[in-house]
Every structure is written in structure tokens, then in C-alpha cells.
């Protein structure tokens, strides 16, 4: 087993597993966006002055591919108002003014009887507002129901190949027998005999303890994978474990395969044996601007002000503040904004870590298509994107890109290749949309 | 809020938040450093006028980039050292008894016509180094096509293969290098030596060089040559000449090779074929510096001949596609 993937890069990893798990404690207000998911926001449950507990659900919608979102302190509604949200935007959001009592309402855990039957588990992840935790927030109780019939293979990601994450590595090594017990009921709820536990070789530790543990007994084969970015991608995970392909604009599910990540499994487990609702995660805090990297508990909802504070303050002015992992990480402009469910780490960065040049001028070495994971040439793609010919972008399959950032990585000229590629998605998109829209009103004249 | 302190700001950038430290000048030094056991033995070997040939080129090299981009208020790249391995390479190409002025005579051609006119490091489409030799040997063929050593007119050992007649030296001195021939390609003991450092660097990879003296190496067994033994005629041609440095050296520079991974395997080879077919039919003893401008020039078209296999799609999508695309097309025809 393990096949090997094409590309790839070798980042400085800046790892720290051995900072031991501390609880942030809760703060005094949380702000709990409405969109903590691919799809439509949900609509608050409550309005200002009711009263909430801890793990209650106070946002919900009908539509399919959501999940709902839950109090994360108990408390009192201050507020329910638009608010910065980690993607940009202002969010529909529930403020608790926290009483710092985390009086609890629980689900009713599963019955043995539940546990076994793949609807009562699929209900359950989905009522605990379970998403995919590795970053995408993808509905995870709609991904496997969507998945049935076609998925074969069971993957759950445990490469952690981003830089100074540590969250999925300390969920391993704290937690493997839940974590275990949560992969078995996602195999079961996805109706499959065996689930692939992919990690890679830089935690020998946490696979020998999972070894230890009869993985064989939950339907749980662990994969020992090559220590390379990106590994933890998914289609990378799919090609590594089982030697298959994503097609072109397809879906896992298209060859057989559901993808998901450590935290996701063990969301699953919180959630069928002990009832609780998605709202907190191990959050690594680390950056140049911090004096030493954290990782923290963190109820959703907690401001990156109130985590910078109980980091221990800035050593040094940060210029940037990256959300998730630096290579797919995103930039967030305001230390209002909160953590959510997908944020499994926050990078305070300074000069330190800037590489960004002025005039940046290609020597076309062709590192990035060396790297390039998808197969995929960086440099000319990035030529016809300075020229803004989509049809040759699109001939050189610019709509494969994963954005993993390998290219950009590797660069030594420091061209802005993810970027560009990024935007020339958008503008097929925004092509394809206004074609679309060209040919209905051409239809509609000719009905006329 | 008034009592909020200063609002931060942070600033939003793209992706990765990261880069790897290896930039351009880094890659530029490692080139310097590889060639430094080259340049150590020209030295030795044909005595401090060699160091002086590389210093001035290199110094002449930069300033007329240096000078051109000032001129022209564009931005300053000498930074990059892009510019200082051109005129170092450039020396590594001539023979010894080059005077200083010719060789930057040889670096204002090679900076300014073949690189800056064209808009500047990775633009150009013709090596720079072997283009400003080619315009020497061109313009001053009665200096530079031969090899003097202490005053002394020396034959190559091309020149006797090229004659037909036995070659003087035996392997050994043609690997390490105790033969006449120009400043950085006599000893490939030296030239491998760099070679091993720049891949072991990542700076190049092997596929380039390794098509090109692998052609080579192949042609010459399979053809040979009247009067020689093949695996003499063959390492003789491989160590002998301009294959080892400038495949290693010259054929994997950046801007001028392509950067598909298929596209490099062909156009190695497409040098090895042309430097053999110059050296059995030509009238130059030499002809990897010609075979690797005339390649040059079928960069892009072989770049954009050699795709890759698009990630998702097997060889049986593949094969059904054109299949369809067949069909459809006969569909049209009828």
C-alpha cells in the first residue's frame, strides 16, 4: 500500500507537538457566525436576551448541504448582528455574553443498538453541526449521505502537511481510542467494511500508539505515508491510499472515495457517544510574533484580540494574520474576527516570515512544474494569464489547480502563481456565467 | 469601542504565506560555486591569466547590465548575479590565450544583444554565454579557433579525430584533463565534480545532461568511426570536446531550455544528435555550442509538443477520446 503522488514540496515543517494541549480559557463574549459551512448560512434560533447553554443549537436551516451551529458558552444573547467572519465578509452572528458557568445541554448519547445503524449516526453528525474540520467545512453528514452507493474506500486524512499545525498530531496522540471509535462510526455510516487511516512518517509516535490500540478491530487500516506537502490534500490522499484519480471537475466520490479529517472523526465521536455538539478544537497560535507557539483548546467564537492576549501578548508588531495553515492559509485583516469550526490554526506572522519581492521576474527554471502535484505547468499558465487567454488557460487545465501553493512555494523568482491561477478560476467562472445567461435571453427571444 | 487601543491592520497577501529561501541569487551562487573546481584548474593549468580572463568578464558582464538598465531606467538586476554568470560562463568556452578585451568584447554581445534587448533574465531565447562565443569565434576565427598554450599552437584531440589520425592523448588524460582545448572543458574529472554539486543543489536535474552525453555516448557506439576502437571513439568524444561542460553547464540553462519534463529528455537529445551529426559531417571539430543554439530555438515548440498526462484522465480516457474525436470527424466527412 501508500503509492506515491507526483511533486510535491519539502516546507520547513515548524512543528511543535511536544507544546503540550492547554485550554484557552472561555472568553468573556463569543461571537458564533451563522456560516460555519460550504452552503447556506443558518438562521438564529435565538434573539437577544434569551438565555443559552453550552452546546445548545442556536442556528439552523433547511437546506441540504448545511449544518447547523451551536452556543459554545452559556449565557445570555447580547446581540444578533452582522460581524467579521475568518472569509471576509460581515456574518450574520449570535454574541453571547458569557456566564462563564458552561451549564451544558447535552444530545442524549447513542444507544448500542444506534451505534450500529449508519441513519441514527448520520442524523446525529449532522444535528452536532459536524463539518470537515481539516479547513474546508464541508457538511460532513451531506458528503457521506451523498457518497452512498458510490464510495467504496473510506479515507481519513491524518497528514497534517501544513506547516506548525499541530491540532490533528495532539488529537492522535491524546485521544486515540475515541478517535478510533469515531473513524468506525463514520465507516459505518458510510456503509463501508474498511476505512484507510493515512498519517505521515513525521508521527511515528502517534501511528505506533494508534497500532497499539488494534486499529483492526474498528475496520481501521493505518497508512504510513512519505512526509510531503501536499500529502493532506485530498485527491492526493485518494491517489496515495488507493492509486486512484480524481477525474477532471469530479468528485471523490466519482472513483469510489470519501475524505475526511482527523478532527472531523473525532467530531463524530464527541457527538455519538457523548452527545456533544462541535464547539470547540485544538488550535495551534504560532508566528514569529508570538514568543512561543501554542496550542489550545479553543472554544468557536473566541476573538484573536482575546487569544493574542492569553498567548502572551505580541513580541514583535505582526504584519499579517494567516488562518489555517501557511500554505492554504488565508489572510484575515482584523484581530475582531473569530475562530470557527475549520480554524485549526492561527499564524501571527511578521517580517520574518515575508519572502514577497517588488518586481517579481520569472527565470523559467521550472520548479513549479517539477512540484506541481496536479501535473499541471505554472509557467505557462501564468503567462497566458498575464495575457488574459482563458481559452489557453483553460487548454493548459488551469480549472485542475488545487491551489496547494507548491509552485509558489518553490519559486525562487517569487511569482505570484496560486494567485494568479486563483483569479483566472474566477474569470472562467464569471465567463461561463455570463455565456449562460447570454444563451437563456437568446432562447427566450427565439420563444418569443 | 473608544477605549480599543490602536486598531491593528494586517496586510492581505496570497498564498503561500511561505516561500522557500532558494531564490534566484541563490541558484545564480550555486551555479558560481559549481564552476569554481573548473575555473581552480584552468588556472593550474594554463597559469593567473585565466583568473584574470574570469574576474574582468565578470566585472564587464554585470556593468554593461548594470549600465544597459540604467540607461534605459529599468530596473537594476545585477542583484541577481544572473549577469556574473553569463561572463563567467562565457570564459569557460574560449581558449586560453584569449585577450581580456575580446572576451568583453564577447560579454557586451552576449549582455546586451542576446539578454537585455529581449526584456532581460528569463526572456531571452538564445544561451547568452554560447551566443557571445559564437560571435568571437565568428568575428575573430583566426585568434580563437585554436588553442595556444606557453606560444605554442596546440591540436585538440577533436582535431585529430576530427583528421582521422590517432589521438595522442590516452583516456585517462582527457578525463582529468591534461589536454589542450578550451578554459572550462578540458577537464571532466572537474566539470563532473560541479555537476554532482549543482544536482545534489537541485539547481539543475539530471535529465538534461544525461540526454545529451547519453545520445552522444549512443550514437558514437552504434556508429563509430574508421581507425578508432568504438568505446575509444566514444569516450574520447564524450570527455574529450565541449559535450561534458556544455551539456552540463550550458544546455540546462534556464530561459533557453524547456521546461516541461518530456520536453527536456527530447531536447537533450536533440543536441547529442545535432553535436554528432556536426562532428561526423560538419566542417567544425567541435559542435555542441552550434547543436545547443539551434535547439535554443526549438525551446517553445517542444514545450508546447510535450504535455503531460492531465492528472485524472488514464490512457484509456485518453485513447476513447480520440477515438470519439475520429468518429466525430468522420461523422463530419460523410
Known amino acids: 500500500m501508500a503509492f506515491k503522488f507526483r511533486g510535491g514540496v519539502h516546507p520547513n515543517y515548524m512543528k511543535s507537538p511536544e507544546v503540550p494541549v492547554t485550554v484557552m480559557a472561555p472568553p468573556k463574549q463569543v461571537v458564533i457566525p451563522m456560516a460555519q459551512h460550504i452552503g447556506a448560512p443558518c438562521t438564529p434560533l435565538v434573539k437577544k436576551g434569551d438565555t443559552v447553554k453550552m452546546y445548545q443549537k442556536i442556528g439552523d436551516t433547511q437546506a441540504p448541504v448545511a449544518a447547523p451551529v451551536h452556543a459554545s458558552v452559556s449565557g445570555t444573547v447580547v446581540a444578533v448582528e452582522p460581524r467579521p467572519h475568518p472569509l471576509g465578509d460581515l456574518v450574520m452572528s449570535v454574541v453571547i455574553e458569557n456566564d462563564f458557568q458552561d451549564t451544558p445541554e447535552l444530545m442524549e448519547p447513542l444507544t448500542p443498538a444506534q451505534l450500529k445503524d449508519p441513519e441514527a449516526i448520520l442524523q446525529r453528525i449532522r444535528e452536532a453541526g459536524v463539518v470537515g474540520m481539516g479547513g474546508a467545512m464541508f457538511p460532513t453528514a451531506f458528503k457521506i449521505a451523498s457518497g452512498r452507493g458510490k464510495v467504496d474506500t473510506l479515507i481519513i486524512n491524518g497528514a497534517e502537511c501544513e506547516p506548525y499545525l499541530n491540532g490533528d498530531h495532539l488529537t492522535m496522540l491524546g485521544f486515540p481510542e475515541q478517535l478510533l471509535k469515531g473513524i468506525e462510526l463514520a465507516r459505518i455510516a458510510q456503509g463501508v467494511d474498511k476505512a484507510y487511516y493515512g498519517i505521515e512518517k513525521n508521527k511515528a509516535d502517534a501511528i505506533a500508539l494508534l497500532n497499539s490500540h488494534d486499529p483492526a478491530k474498528y475496520g481501521v487500516e493505518i497508512v504510513p505515508e512519505e512526509e510531503i506537502y501536499p500529502q493532506g490534500g485530498e485527491k492526493m490522499q485518494i491517489k496515495t491510499i488507493t492509486n486512484r484519480e480524481v477525474k477532471p471537475g469530479g468528485l471523490p466520490a466519482g472513483v469510489g472515495c470519501c475524505v475526511i479529517s482527523t478532527r472531523t472523526a473525532y467530531a463524530i465521536y464527541e457527538a455519538c457517544y457523548e452527545g456533544k455538539s462541535v464547539v470547540e478544537r485544538i488550535v495551534t497560535y504560532a508566528g514569529s510574533a508570538l514568543a512561543a507557539p501554542v496550542n489550545a483548546l479553543t472554544r468557536v467564537g473566541t476573538s484573536y484580540e482575546y487569544i493574542a492576549e492569553q498567548c502572551g501578548g505580541f513580541v514583535k508588531t505582526p504584519r499579517k494574520l494567516v488562518l489555517g495553515g501557511p500554505m492554504m492559509g488565508i489572510c484575515c485583516t482584523t484581530l475582531e474576527t473569530v475562530t470557527v469550526k475549520g480554524t485549526n490554526g492561527v499564524l501571527f506572522f511578521t517580517e520574518e516570515e515575508d519572502r514577497t519581492v517588488d518586481e517579481p521576474v520569472c527565470i523559467r527554471c521550472g520548479k513549479c512544474i517539477n512540484v506541481c502535484p496536479m501535473r499541471l505547468e505554472p509557467t505557462y499558465m501564468y503567462l497566458y494569464y498575464k495575457k488574459r487567454d482563458l481559452d489557453m488557460l483553460e487548454k493548459y487545465h488551469v480549472t485542475d489547480c488545487i491551489e496547494c501553493g507548491s509552485c509558489t512555494f518553490r519559486c525562487p523568482a517569487r511569482m505570484p502563481l496560486t494567485h494568479a491561477f486563483k483569479t483566472a478560476k474566477l474569470m472562467l467562472q464569471a465567463r461561463a456565467a455570463r455565456e449562460k445567461a447570454r444563451a437563456e435571453a437568446a432562447a427566450k427571444e427565439a420563444r418569443k | 469601542m473608544n477605549e480599543k487601543k490602536e486598531r491593528l491592520i494586517f496586510d492581505v497577501t496570497y498564498q503561500p504565506q511561505v516561500r522557500t529561501v532558494r531564490d534566484t541569487q541563490r ?94 533574465i528569463g526572456k531571452n531565447f538564445l544561451n547568452p554565454a554560447l551566443a557571445g562565443r559564437a560571435f568571437l569565434t565568428a568575428s575573430y576565427s583566426g585568434v580563437l579557433t585554436v588553442v595556444v598554450i606557453d606560444g605554442v599552437t596546440c591540436a585538440t584531440p577533436l582535431g585529430f579525430l576530427k583528421a582521422g589520425s590517432p589521438v595522442p592523448y590516452t583516456l585517462a588524460q582527457s578525463f582529468f584533463g591534461a589536454i589542450p582545448g578550451s578554459i572550462g572543458e578540458i577537464s571532466s574529472f572537474a566539470i563532473l565534480a560541479g555537476a554532482a554539486y549543482l544536482i545534489a543543489r537541485k539547481v539543475i536535474r539530471w535529465r538534461i545532461p544525461l540526454s545529451v552525453i547519453g545520445t552522444v555516448a549512443c550514437i558514437c557506439l552504434l556508429f563509430g568511426h574508421s581507425g578508432y576502437g568504438r568505446f575509444e571513439w566514444m569516450l574520447q568524444n564524450v570527455c574529450a570536446g565541449g559535450v561534458m561542460f556544455t551539456g552540463i553547464f550550458m544546455a540546462t540553462d534556464y530561459a533557453t531550455s524547456p521546461v516541461t519534463i518530456h520536453g527536456q529528455i527530447v531536447y537533450g537529445i536533440g543536441i547529442g544528435a545535432l553535436t554528432m551529426l556536426i562532428r561526423y559531417f560538419g566542417g567544425y571539430a567541435e559542435g555542441c555550442s552550434y547543436a545547443i543554439l539551434i535547439m535554443n530555438l526549438c525551446t517553445w515548440a517542444i514545450d508546447k509538443a510535450c504535455h503531460r498526462r492531465q492528472f485524472g484522465v488514464s490512457r484509456a480516457d485518453l485513447a476513447a477520446q480520440r477515438a470519439a474525436a475520429k468518429a466525430a470527424k468522420k461523422e463530419a466527412a460523410s
Open chain 2, 27 to 120: 541558484i545564480m551562487l550555486d551555479v558560481i560555486v559549481a564552476t569554481l573546481p573548473i575555473v581552480g584548474f584552468g588556472v593550474y593549468r594554463f597559469g593567473w591569466h585565466v583568473l584574470l580572463l574570469v574576474v574582468s568578464s565578470m566585472a564587464a558582464a554585470v556593468f554593461f547590465e548594470w549600465a544597459y538598465r540604467r540607461l534605459l531606467k529599468k530596473s537594476i538586476t545585477i542583484d541577481d548575479l544572473s549577469a556574473a554568470v553569463t561572463g563567467l560562463l562565457l570564459i569557460m568556452v574560449l581558449p586560453p590565450q584569449t585577450p581580456v578585451w575580446m572576451a568583453v568584447v564577447g560579454d557586451f554581445f552576449a549582455i546586451v544583444i542576446v539578454k537585455q534587448l529581449y526584456g532581460g
